[in-house]
């Protein structure tokens, strides 16, 4: 089945796929089409952000259909977490969130000494 796409500002694709295919498999088709990593791509059909573990079948999503493509500007490093984590867990925000959660933590534990000695390393 043909797929449109569409992209918030303009830009458009198309893709041959199947019912069958999940939403994250179609983000990173599209993702190569679209020179970004499948990360930054948000998918919306009729008003509803879609899944990454459904079906396109799952949406009703048929043959011609226009698929909303957002795509996010996030920080790099966001992206490169958010990338490794979707290959390993395929759940990437709750890795991301906890991963946070872990940093605040730590940054939260620095003492005034722990940051000086970074500081002095910097400065000589």
């Known amino acids: 089945m043909l797929i449109n796409f569409k992209v918030i500002g303009g830009r458009t694709a198309s893709l041959q796929t199947s ?3 999940t939403i994250l ?3 990173r088709e599209l993702s190569q089409k679209l020179g970004i990593t499948s990360v930054q791509i948000t998918l919306i059909y009729k ?3 879609l899944d990454n573990k459904k079906t396109i079948a799952s949406y009703n999503i048929t043959e011609n ?3 909303n493509v957002m795509i996010s500007k996030l920080p790099v490093f966001e992206l490169k977490l958010r990338e490794y984590f979707a290959s390993v867990s395929g759940d990437p925000d709750k890795c991301i969130n906890e991963f ?3 940093y605040n933590e ?3 534990s620095l003492n005034v000494n722990q940051i000086e000695r970074v500081c002095e390393n910097l400065a000589g």
Do not use: F, I
């Open 25 to 27: 498999e179609l983000k």
């Open 100 to 102: 946070t959660k872990k």
């Open 65 to 67: 259909s226009t698929v």
């Open 19 to 21: 019912d069958q295919t």
């Open 47 to 49: 008003g509803t952000k």
């Open 106 to 108: 730590y940054l939260d």
